[in-house]
């Protein structure tokens, strides 16, 4: 085995499904960027591929582009970890691997059905193999019930991995969220008649299985990854991983209020929601700032920068875009006004980037250093790292950009569509005529071009960095600590 050479000699097996994983991660990825170009173009031009490909489709699919992207990067990155945190190999190597064919090949249907059938009569039959209709969670009941199927053969070939093995701390916070993580997503498939009701179960998903679970999920990688990038204390990760869940069960479900602000739900949600709805995200920056001055007092060492960086972007990208971002607009005296806005959209796409995109990246580096060999991927490497870099600049001035131009565009959308409009519909239609709405989402497309070069260039350094590097990570360290 050369170091320097991509080689998967040098991966466990569980490693090796994680690398699947991975790279329908990136495949998905950069089919989200693609169709979020289309859409913010069809609002500069509404006419663009009319009849062919519709602005509520092409929609669709950016939406459900971003979740499974980011879902299968979760995945590959706790099979990634699974088997060096319990000590043993992975268990049920052969189940791990069907259920990533079976879920790719789902997947690709269920895109090819949104693209060519879209819509279907107003029967059950619509609902089980075209569309249920609901936004964000529009697959097809079949769909729904093979990403729990999944969700639970992942929870077996984990649960029972540790069990065979050494728990730990992180471990047990992982297994216990990956119930939930299988259970949630059984929220949306309640159906009522009742709109407020239908409501009520749709948000238990969007936010308690997207912003809950995962949000767990990612504090149970970061701590993992901290103690890989600069061998952070395990104590101090576990300990600020257990307030994260403390506050998850403490403000997290009692946060999911603010989604039930206008959908008829009792009164008492616009306190309970609007006070609980911005502390998750704080101890997941506490963790990395404690862990990176543990590590500076102790002789602060990482043989992986680009990894380190993406997990330092993701506890700011987290605590600002969950966090701040979703705290502003999310007071029911202010969501009254932005709610349904493009300050909606600034918030999520802040949120989603900072929480979970940032981390799957981090993994990506992670994986692809082992994957040569575990060389050095620090200071010094060859070509000196500049495409890491600039992707890291691109993707982050690309992002900030599009969530301070739909913030502007909210924010007239909110003036002049709720506050002087009243929520009419002429309202609506008058506010996404004005000029700073316009401007606004012309700068949304300019800083999506920049996103995208960084999502290319992301792409390109994964495959190339560490290439030609032949000195092992570990001599490097003992080098830096001698």
């Not at 709610?339 to 989603?352: E, Y």
């Not at 996103?451 to 570990?474: C, K, M, N, S, Y």
Request: overall charge neutral; proline content about 2%; hydrophobic content about 55%.
């Amino acid at each position: 085995m050369q170091p320097g050479v991509i080689d998967s000699r040098n991966l466990s097996p569980g490693q090796r499904v994680a690398v699947k994983y991975f790279i329908a991660a990136l495949v998905l990825f950069l089919a989200q960027v693609v169709f979020g170009l289309i859409i913010g173009l069809q609002y500069l031009m509404p006419d663009l591929f009319l009849g062919s490909l519709d602005f509520s489709t092409a929609r669709m699919v950016h939406i459900n582009a971003m979740i499974v992207w980011m879902l299968f990067g979760f995945i590959g990155s706790i099979y990634w970890l699974v088997e060096e945190e319990a000590g043993v190999s992975l268990v049920g190597q052969w189940l791990a691997n069907l259920i990533f064919w079976v879920f790719s090949i789902a997947v690709s249907v269920v895109v090819v059905v949104y693209l060519f059938v879209q819509y279907g009569p107003g029967e059950h039959s619509s609902l089980w193999l075209i569309n249920e209709g609901r936004e964000y969670i529009e697959a097809p009941r079949w769909a729904d019930i093979g990403i729990v199927v999944c969700m639970l053969a992942f929870f077996y070939n984990i649960a029972a991995t540790f069990m065979k093995g050494k728990w730990s701390g992180i471990s047990g916070v992982l297994v216990l969220d990956l119930v939930a993580l299988a259970g949630l997503y059984l929220a949306g498939m309640f159906y009522s008649t009742n709109i407020s009701m239908d409501q009520y179960w749709w948000w238990w998903v969007i936010h308690l299985w997207v912003e809950a679970t995962w949000e767990v999920l990612v504090g149970c990688i970061m701590a993992w990854g901290l103690i890989k990038t600069i061998g952070a204390k395990r104590k101090i990760v576990t300990t600020w991983l257990y307030i994260e869940v403390a506050l998850m069960f403490g403000s997290g479900i009692l946060g999911l209020g603010h989604h039930y602000f206008w959908i008829g739900t009792p009164e008492y949600w616009l306190t309970v929601g609007g006070f609980f709805s911005a502390l998750e995200p704080v101890p997941l920056v506490a963790m990395v700032v404690h862990a990176i001055y543990d590590a500076g007092v102790h002789r602060f060492k990482s043989g992986n920068h680009p990894a380190l960086a993406w997990l330092i972007a993701h506890a700011f990208g987290n605590f600002f875009g969950a966090g701040v971002w979703g705290f502003m607009h999310t007071l029911p005296q202010i969501n009254l006004y932005t709610h349904g806005t493009q300050w909606s959209a600034s918030h999520g796409h802040l949120a989603f980037f900072g929480a979970y995109a940032t981390i799957n990246i981090a993994v990506f580096y992670l994986a692809i250093q082992k994957w040569r060999g575990n060389v050095w991927m620090s200071a010094g490497m060859p070509g000196n790292g500049w495409k890491w870099k600039w992707s890291l600049a691109l993707l982050n001035l690309g992002m900030i950009g599009m969530t301070m131009a739909l913030l502007i565009s909210g924010y007239e959308q909110s003036f002049v569509e709720r506050a002087l409009g009243g929520s009419t519909w002429s309202a609506y239609f008058q506010a996404q005529q004005t000029a700073w709405f316009v401007q606004g989402m012309f700068w949304r497309q300019v800083f999506g071009y920049i996103f995208a070069i960084g999502t290319v260039l992301l792409i390109w350094d994964l495959l190339t960095v560490g290439r030609g590097e032949h000195r092992p990570q570990a001599q490097l360290e003992e080098v830096m600590t001698a």
